[in-house]
Structure formats: structure tokens, C-alpha cells
């Protein structure tokens, strides 16, 4: 049976994976991978374009962690960023609302690779800015993830089953 400092080497491993894959290939190839008890990983590959597309990968995130008691999740792929002060966030998600954008739409916008990783306990948010000149990622940042799409799928499978 995994431990939760097992669960913690291998989410170190996976992020030195990912930091190699992109210097490799120069991107991130989307990923879910959720981890079963006994250790076991559950490798699936993943590619939405749109919003609905999104919706439906994260259902079979769900779906599948449930299907396996997956004790860890990990997604990974790359994303756009805006980076705003916290008193322009309403305006920027009322705008979006009604308009219909993408963070993609707007022209001062970054580019990211994360990794959604959660437990039964805990989601968290690992973020690193891209350098595409030398295919690196840098400037790692652990997060608590607070809102959004990408958040408690495994707290929300845990509570729904209890």
C-alpha cells in the first residue's frame, strides 16, 4: 500500500519528468495520470480545444479516479496565464463572461506548463514559467488551487462517495 511519502517522491519525480520531457521536445504533452493504492498509474493522454472539450476530459478525470480509489492525481499540460491585481479579477471574469474569451483571447497574456496535483486531501497548483529559447521550464510555484475548473477532483469524488 502507498504512503503519502511515496505519493510525495513520485510527484517529485513526475515534475524532474516533465522539466526533461520539455527540454526534449520543447513542449508538454497533456496528460492525466491517477495513482492507485496499491501503486499502480493510470497513464491517459488528453487534448481539449475548447471549453466543453475541457469539461468532458475533467468527467473522465473524475470518472476514472473514482473507478480505481486513484489516491493521487496528477495533470499535466500547458496554458495560458494573465497575470492581474487581485482588484481587477471580477472585471476580468465578468468580461470574459459575457464576451466569451479565452485568457488565449487577450494580447498580454504568457504562456505556462502545470501540473494539477491532488490527494484525497489537498489540490495544489505547480506552475512554471516557459523559456522557450533554451526549452526549460523555470521559476517553479507551488500553489493551493482556490477556484477554477482544475480543482478537488479527487475532495469531490472522497465527499460524494462518504
Same mark, same amino acid.
Given at each position: =500500500?502507498?504512503?503519502?511519502?511515496?505519493?510525495? $517522491?513520485?510527484?517529485?519525480? @513526475?515534475?524532474?519528468?516533465? $522539466?526533461?520531457? *520539455?527540454?526534449?521536445?520543447? $513542449?508538454? *504533452?497533456?496528460? @492525466? =495520470?491517477?495513482l492507485e493504492p496499491n501503486g499502480k498509474m493510470t497513464y491517459v493522454g488528453t487534448t481539449y480545444t475548447n471549453q466543453e472539450e475541457k469539461k468532458k476530459t475533467l468527467e473522465y478525470a473524475k470518472e476514472l479516479c473514482a473507478k480505481i480509489n486513484a489516491v493521487a492525481l496528477f495533470? @499535466?499540460?500547458?496554458?495560458?496565464?494573465? $497575470?492581474?491585481?487581485?482588484e481587477d479579477y471580477e472585471n476580468i471574469m465578468a468580461d470574459m463572461k459575457k464576451t466569451g474569451k479565452r485568457i488565449s483571447d487577450y494580447g498580454d497574456r504568457g504562456e505556462i506548463g502545470m501540473m494539477l496535483f491532488e490527494t484525497k486531501t489537498s489540490s495544489q497548483m505547480i506552475t512554471f514559467d516557459i523559456d522557450r529559447t533554451n526549452n526549460e521550464l523555470i521559476n517553479m510555484m507551488e500553489n493551493p488551487t482556490e477556484g477554477g475548473d482544475f480543482k478537488n @477532483?479527487?475532495?469531490?469524488?472522497?465527499t460524494n462517495t462518504n
Open positions: =500500500m502507498i504512503n503519502s511519502d511515496d505519493i510525495k $517522491k513520485i510527484k517529485e519525480v @513526475i515534475i524532474n519528468m516533465m $522539466k526533461q520531457n *520539455f527540454k526534449a521536445d520543447g $513542449k508538454l *504533452f497533456p496528460v @492525466i =495520470m491517477a495533470m @499535466i499540460n500547458e496554458a495560458w496565464i494573465k $497575470k492581474i491585481k487581485p @477532483i479527487l475532495c469531490a469524488i472522497q
